[in-house]
């Protein structure tokens, strides 16, 4: 327990630091606190968020594939992610618009939520510069 405890801690502080990063990239940010105000439910099996703010997530998602990268972020793995996170996420609205089942929602944006930690990752290497 007090290990999974600690990962928790390091992931949110990792995550902490990275958004402070994306002051640059508020499509980012905005696409974050709705990935976040409907992941964090999904993991306690409330996937109510989810099932009201689907479009809202994809609408985020379209817009950030629609901005300007800032120059820090910019790389052909970070476009790449971002193409994944809004085709995914309309993929995960159309699942949800059409009546899907928890089981799929969840394991939907389960993955959602992985592109998108994928992208800040890319943005915190050195390498990609």
Sequence with gaps: MKNAIMIIMLLTAGLVKAQSKFDSWPEL?????????TFHPSEEGNLEPVKKRSGELHQKAADLKKAKI????????????????????????????SGGNDQEITKKLSL????????????NKEEHR
């Design 112 to 123: 959602l939520h992985d592109t998108f930690h994928e992208i800040v990752g890319l943005c």
């Design 29 to 37: 940010k905005a696409f974050h606190q709705v990935m976040s105000q």
């Design 70 to 97: 800032p120059a820090e972020f910019r790389s052909d793995k970070i476009e790449e992610a971002i193409n994944t996170l809004e085709k995914d996420s309309k993929a995960l609205h159309k699942l949800i618009a």
